[in-house]
């Protein structure tokens, strides 16, 4: 699933976001809030996780 958003993404010159919202809605039945939500804490576990690497 993550390669497939990957080649999307790569391919159309977006960020990895813009295929998976709507998966996360149409795919899974998630609400369009809950899919951009879920993309946001990913985002922020994603940014967390590299800030505490970078300064340790």
Do not use: Q, W
């Not at 996360?24 to 505490?52: C, D, P, Q």
């Amino acid at each position: 699933m993550g390669a497939g958003f990957g080649a999307v993404s790569g391919g159309l010159d977006v960020g990895g976001g813009f295929p998976a919202v709507p998966a996360r809605a149409h795919g899974v039945g998630l609400r369009k809030r809950e899919a951009a939500g879920t993309g946001l804490l990913v985002i922020t576990g994603n940014a967390l996780r590299r800030t505490i690497a970078a300064t340790a």
